[in-house]
C-alpha cells in the first residue's frame, strides 16, 4: 500500500509556509479526530510530520514508541507539539488521551519530573510555526499542562507565568512546581497510594469544556488497560486563552540519575472542538534551494534526520509542456550529516516556467510506503537585456530577550517581513550570512558531533520554514558566514581547526573551533545548491570552499567566502593585543600600525578567481556583482573609547536624535581589516563597475569604497538585519564643526575611505515590539535597468509588512548609473566614446586602458557593456593622459576596434 501527500503552494495565507496535504505520513487526521501513529513509524529521530520536536536531538521514535532521550537540569520542558490540529473548546469538547511512562522505569521517581500534555499554547492570532517553538519556560501564550509524576498523580499547571532574570540571547536555567504552579482552584484526588507508574506505564485522559469562555479541564490517570483510576484533577473557570490552541506532549526531567525522559505512544484527540488547519505539516521534504547557471539548474532539498532504515534517496521530476506528465531527471542519494538531496540537471531550458517535484518514499513498519512530494516551479530565466530584481537579506534572529511565545517575544516566522519580500517578487534572493544564530532561544553547546549537527540542521530548518514559500520558485543564492559555522565571529585561517592556547581562545588563534565535518555539513546545506567552486576540493584542515560565478538574467555574480581565507588579527598583529577583533593594547594607533601587509583577507584563490571573474564577460553579460558576507569597510560607530561588547546597552534615540560623543571604531570582524586585503580586493574588481551586496553588520547602508581617493572602488550595499539583537550604528560628527554628519566622504576606524550616502540607524521607530523595530530590521532590494545602466537601491522595514503606509528607510532609494559606481570624484573625464570616429555597436564590451605607466604598463580602467544610454557620457578616469578604448563586438565574427582619446578635466 502506498500513501501519498503533497506540498504545494497553495496562496492560501501569504506569509505561512503551506503544503496541500492529500493524506498524513505520520498522523491520521479525520477532521476532528487526530491519531498518531508512531507505532508504524521506523526508529529515526525525527518524529514525522506531524510535528515538531523541541529539539530534534532531544527526541526519537524507537519501538514504536516517542522518546525523550533529555534530562539535564538546564534543559528542563521538552515538548513535540502537534501541527495540523489545533484546540478550540468554543466549538465543543475536546478529549485528549495518551500513554506514557518513565524509559528509565526502575530508577527511583523523582520530584521534579513528569509527562503528559501541553494544552493551549499560541492561539488563534499567533502563527503555529511560533508556537510550535513552546518548551523549557512558562511565558505569555504558552498553555496550561496536564502531567503526571513517577508516582501516577496528575496536577494541571500553569505554562504562562513569566520566570523573570533569564538570558537576552538563551532561554535556560532549570524550573520546578514554583515556576509552574497548579492552577488556582485545583481539586485533586489520589485513589492509589504509594503508586509508582510500571514500565508499562499509564493512561492520561484530559476533557475540557467551555461554557461562555470559562472552561473546565479535567484530568484522569489510569493503569494501562484503562481499567482503574489512579488519581484525578480538576479545575473549573479556567480561561479559554489557556486552553484554545494548540497541543502536544512534554518530558520534564525524569527519575533519579536518568539519563532519558519519558516515552509516549497513542496520542488520541476527538471531539467537536478538534479542528484540522490543511497545510501544516513539515516534512519530511523540508524545502529546497535552487540556481540556474548558464542552462544548468542545481537543486538542493533538505530533509530532516530520517533513520538507518529508512529511504536515502530522492528523486526529481519536472513536468515540461504540455504540462501532461511527470518525467524524473535526476535521483540523488541523501547525504546523512547535511540531510540534503542534490540535483544538478544540464541543457535546461530556462525560457520557460517548469513545474518541479521531489519526490520521497518514506517506509512504515507495516510494509506500506508514503509517498511525499515538495512541488515548485522553476522560474523562466529573465532575458539578458531586461530589468532584473534580487531581494538581499541576512541575520535571521529568533529572539532578543523578554520571552513572550508569541509575537511580542518571538521574531520567527517573521510573517511581517516575508509579506514585504512577496510583495516586492524579487527575480532572485541573495541570502548573505547568519540564516541561524548559535546560541539563538537554545543553547549552543551540545553533548556530541552528531548533535552539534542537528541543533545546526533545527536551527537552519526553522530559517527554511520562515522563507521555505519564496526559494521554492525562485533562484536563491545562500552562503553561510560565522555564527552558521557556531562562531561568534570567525577569521578561517585558509581552513585550519582552531585551537585554543594558553595566549589565545580558540576563535582568536584563527580558523574554526569546529571540525570538518561540521562545518562541510553547513555547506552541504547553504551551498549545495550553487555551481561547482572555482577551485574545487578541501582547504587547510579537510573544509569545504564555494567561491563560485553565476551568470543570470545579463549579470553575473561572484559568490565568494570572505571569512574563510582571512587571518586572525590576534596573531598577525601581537601587538595590538586583539581580542574577538577588537584592538585593546592602550595607545595602540590602529590605523598606523594596525594593518598587516602580509595578513590573508580573500586568499591567493580567491583573488585568483576575481581577476578572471571581473574580466570574463560572455556576451550577455551586461553588469557583475559581488556577493559576500560583510562590507569592506567598518561602518560603525563608538562612544570614544569604547570597544566591542556595549552595542546592545546604547542608547536608541528618537529619530533626529545623534549620539554625543561617537567616533568611527575599528571592528576587525568587518573587512576593514586588513587594510593591505582590503585594498587589493577592492583595486581587483575596480575596472569591472561592481556593485557589491553584503549584510552581517545589521544596520543597512549603501556607501562608496575609496582606495586611492574617495568614491572610486565601487559601491556596497549592506542590507538590514531580518532581526537582530546588536544594533550597530554610524553616527559620527563632522571633525570640524562637530555638527552631526553621518552621509558624505568619510574614514573608518581603519584609515580606510568611505562615502556613506544611505544609512538606516536604530531609531525609536514607533512600531511595537519596539526591542525588534526600533533595531531598523528588514531586507534590500536590488533593482537593475539594463537599457539605461541604473541600478536603483531600496531598504524596507519590515513593519512595511505591518502597515501599506510604512515608507523606505530614510535616504533611499538610492539611485547610481553603472559607470559612477567607479571614480565618480575622478577629476579627469573622456569625451563621450561616442564622438569618435569608430561606431561602437549596441552590446560591444569597452574596454577602457589607461595611459603607460614608466615600466610601459598599461592598467585596465573600466570594463563597461555599450549601449544607447551612454552615448553622451563622459566616463572619469583617474588622471591625464591618452587612453586606448578597445571595442569587442557581441557578435562572435565581428573584429576588435580600437582607439585613443585623451583624458579632460571635468570641469571642460
Given at each position: 500500500m502506498i500513501m501519498s501527500s503533497r506540498h504545494c503552494s497553495c496562496g492560501l495565507i501569504p506569509f505561512l509556509l503551506l503544503f496541500c496535504a492529500l493524506g498524513s505520513t505520520t498522523g491520521e487526521t479525520l477532521g476532528d479526530e487526530f491519531r498518531s501513529s508512531w507505532f508504524?513509524?521506523?526508529?529515526?529521530?525525527?518524529?514525522?510530520?506531524?510535528?515538531?520536536?523541541?529539539?530534534?536531538?532531544?527526541?526519537?521514535?524507537?519501538?514504536?514508541?516517542?522518546?525523550?532521550?533529555?534530562?539535564?537540569?538546564?534543559?528542563?520542558?521538552?515538548?513535540?507539539?502537534?501541527?495540523?490540529?489545533?484546540?478550540?473548546?468554543?466549538?465543543?469538547?475536546?478529549?485528549?488521551?495518551?500513554?506514557?511512562?518513565?524509559?528509565?522505569s526502575d530508577a527511583s521517581y523523582s520530584d521534579n519530573a513528569w509527562g503528559g500534555l501541553l494544552i493551549g499554547s499560541g492561539g488563534p492570532d499567533i502563527d503555529y510555526r511560533r508556537t510550535a517553538l513552546v518548551h523549557h519556560l512558562p511565558a505569555q501564550d504558552g498553555g496550561i499542562m496536564a502531567v503526571v509524576d513517577g508516582r501516577g498523580i496528575v496536577s494541571i499547571r500553569d505554562n504562562e507565568r513569566e520566570v523573570r532574570g533569564r538570558s537576552t540571547w538563551v532561554i535556560s536555567g532549570d524550573v520546578d512546581g514554583t515556576d509552574l504552579p497548579t492552577l488556582p482552584g485545583m481539586e485533586s484526588r489520589v485513589e492509589i497510594d504509594s503508586y509508582r507508574i510500571p514500565a508499562d506505564g499509564v493512561e492520561l485522559r484530559v476533557a475540557i469544556e467551555c461554557v461562555d469562555g470559562a472552561c473546565t479541564v479535567d484530568a484522569r490517570v489510569l493503569d494501562s488497560e484503562g481499567d482503574q483510576v489512579i488519581s484525578r484533577a480538576r479545575v473549573e473557570d479556567v480561561p479559554l486563552s489557556k486552553v484554545r490552541g494548540s497541543f502536544g506532549v512534554i518530558s520534564h526531567h525524569g527519575p533519579v540519575k536518568a539519563t532519558t525522559g519519558w516515552w509516549f505512544r497513542g496520542l488520541h484527540a476527538e471531539g467537536p472542538g478538534i479542528v484540522s488547519v490543511s497545510g501544516r505539516e513539515f516534512g519530511p521534504i523540508l524545502g529546497v534551494l535552487y540556481t540556474l547557471d548558464r542552462n544548468t539548474m542545481t537543486m538542493v532539498a533538505q530533509f530532516p534526520p530520517i533513520g538507518e532504515n529508512d529511504t536515502r534517496e530522492a528523486t526529481l521530476q519536472i513536468q515540461p509542456e504540455p504540462r501532461a506528465n511527470w518525467v524524473s531527471v535526476g535521483t540523488s542519494p541523501i547525504d546523512m550529516d547535511s540531510r540534503t538531496a542534490r540535483f544538478r540537471v544540464s541543457e535546461w531550458n530556462s525560457e520557460a516556467d517548469i513545474p518541479y517535484r521531489v519526490v520521497y518514499k518514506l517506509d512504515r513498519r507495516d510494509g506500506t510506503i508514503a509517498v511525499d512530494e515538495y512541488h515548485g516551479t522553476i522560474r523562466k530565466e529573465p532575458v539578458a537585456g531586461t530589468p532584473l530584481s534580487i531581494?538581499?537579506?541576512?541575520?535571521?534572529?529568533?529572539?532578543?530577550?523578554?520571552?513572550?511565545?508569541?509575537?511580542?517575544?518571538?521574531?520567527?516566522?517573521?510573517?511581517?517581513?516575508?509579506?514585504?519580500?512577496?510583495?516586492?517578487?524579487?527575480?532572485?534572493?541573495?541570502?548573505?550570512?547568519?540564516?541561524?544564530?548559535?546560541?539563538?532561544?537554545?543553547?549552543?553547546?551540545?553533548?556530541?558531533?552528531?548533535?552539534?549537527?542537528?541543533?545546526?540542521?533545527?536551527?537552519?530548518?526553522?530559517?527554511?520554514?520562515?522563507?521555505?514559500?519564496?526559494?521554492?520558485?525562485?533562484?536563491?543564492?545562500?552562503?553561510?558566514?560565522?555564527?552558521?559555522?557556531?562562531?561568534?565571529?570567525?577569521?578561517?585561517?585558509?581552513?585550519?581547526?582552531?585551537?585554543?592556547?594558553?595566549?589565545?581562545?580558540?576563535?582568536?588563534?584563527?580558523?574554526?573551533?569546529?571540525?570538518?565535518?561540521?562545518?562541510?555539513?553547513?555547506?552541504?546545506?547553504?551551498?549545495?545548491?550553487?555551481?561547482?567552486?572555482y577551485d574545487p576540493g578541501m582547504i587547510g584542515e579537510g573544509y569545504s570552499v564555494y567561491h563560485t560565478d553565476i551568470e543570470y538574467g545579463g549579470v553575473s555574480f561572484a559568490v565568494i567566502a570572505d571569512r574563510q581565507f582571512k587571518d586572525s588579527p590576534t596573531i598577525a598583529v601581537p601587538e595590538g593585543e586583539v581580542r574577538n577583533g577588537w584592538f585593546t593594547a592602550k595607545g595602540f594607533d590602529v590605523i598606523e600600525d594596525g594593518d598587516a601587509p602580509n595578513a590573508s583577507l580573500l586568499g591567493e584563490s580567491q583573488e585568483r578567481f576575481l581577476e578572471e571573474w571581473a574580466n570574463d564577460w560572455n556576451e550577455d553579460v551586461w553588469m557583475k556583482v559581488l556577493l559576500s558576507q560583510t562590507p569592506f569597510a567598518c561602518v560603525q560607530t563608538l562612544p570614544v573609547g569604547a570597544k566591542g561588547g556595549v552595542q546592545p546597552a546604547l542608547t536608541i534615540f528618537e529619530p533626529g536624535g545623534f549620539a554625543v560623543d561617537d567616533v568611527p571604531c575599528s571592528d576587525a570582524d568587518s573587512n576593514g581589516w586588513p587594510m593591505t586585503g582590503r585594498d587589493r580586493a577592492l583595486g581587483i574588481i575596480q575596472p569591472a563597475h561592481v556593485l557589491h551586496l553584503c549584510g552581517d553588520q545589521h544596520i543597512g547602508f549603501a556607501a562608496q569604497y575609496g582606495v586611492e581617493s574617495q568614491r572610486d572602488g565601487g559601491v556596497v550595499f549592506c542590507s538590514p538585519a531580518i532581526a537582530n539583537t546588536w544594533p550597530r550604528r554610524w553616527m559620527p560628527r563632522d571633525p570640524e564643526t562637530n555638527e552631526p554628519r553621518p552621509l558624505g566622504e568619510h574614514v573608518d576606524g581603519f584609515g580606510n575611505m568611505v562615502a556613506i550616502d544611505a544609512v538606516a540607524n536604530p531609531f525609536r521607530r514607533g512600531h511595537e515590539p519596539s526591542a525588534l523595530h526600533d533595531r531598523s530590521p528588514g531586507f534590500g532590494l536590488v533593482r537593475l535597468e539594463p537599457a539605461s545602466h541604473e541600478i536603483t537601491l531600496e531598504a524596507w522595514p519590515r513593519a512595511a509588512g505591518l502597515d501599506d503606509r510604512v515608507a523606505q528607510y530614510e535616504g533611499w532609494p538610492l539611485r547610481y548609473r553603472t559607470s559612477d559606481l567607479v571614480g565618480s570624484t575622478w577629476e579627469w573625464a573622456l569625451p563621450p566614446l561616442s564622438n569618435s570616429n569608430i561606431t561602437i555597436p549596441t552590446g560591444a564590451l569597452c574596454r577602457i586602458m589607461a595611459p603607460a605607466a614608466d615600466d610601459g604598463v598599461r592598467d585596465l580602467v573600466r570594463i563597461i557593456r555599450w549601449n544607447d544610454s551612454l552615448h553622451e557620457v563622459p566616463l572619469r578616469v583617474p588622471s591625464a593622459g591618452a587612453y586606448d578604448i578597445e571595442v569587442t563586438p557581441i557578435a562572435a565574427e565581428g573584429s576588435v576596434d580600437s582607439f585613443s582619446l585623451v583624458a579632460q578635466p571635468i570641469d571642460e
Open positions: 508504524n513509524d521506523l526508529d529515526r529521530t525525527w518524529v514525522g510530520r506531524d510535528y515538531h520536536a523541541n529539539r530534534w536531538q532531544d527526541w526519537r521514535i524507537h519501538d514504536g514508541r516517542l522518546e525523550c532521550l533529555e534530562t539535564g537540569e538546564r534543559l528542563p520542558m521538552r515538548t513535540v507539539q502537534v501541527l495540523p490540529e489545533v484546540l478550540d473548546p468554543t466549538i465543543g469538547r475536546v478529549e485528549l488521551s495518551v500513554g506514557l511512562g518513565e524509559i528509565e531581494g538581499s537579506l541576512s541575520c535571521h534572529k529568533t529572539y532578543t530577550g523578554g520571552l513572550a511565545w508569541n509575537g511580542d517575544g518571538l521574531w520567527f516566522p517573521h510573517e511581517e517581513l516575508y509579506r514585504v519580500v512577496e510583495r516586492a517578487d524579487p527575480d532572485m534572493l541573495f541570502f548573505a550570512g547568519d540564516q541561524i544564530y548559535e546560541g539563538d532561544l537554545t543553547p549552543a553547546n551540545q553533548k556530541s558531533e552528531d548533535a552539534f549537527i542537528l541543533d545546526y540542521l533545527w536551527k537552519y530548518t526553522h530559517w527554511l520554514w520562515a522563507f521555505g514559500d519564496l526559494t521554492r520558485d525562485r533562484p536563491t543564492i545562500v552562503i553561510p558566514d560565522d555564527h552558521d559555522v557556531y562562531h561568534g565571529n570567525i577569521w578561517g585561517a585558509q581552513g585550519r581547526r582552531a585551537r585554543r592556547t594558553p595566549e589565545h581562545s580558540a576563535q582568536d588563534s584563527g580558523g574554526y573551533k569546529r571540525p570538518p565535518r561540521f562545518v562541510n555539513a553547513v555547506h552541504r546545506t547553504q551551498v549545495g545548491n550553487l555551481p561547482d567552486p
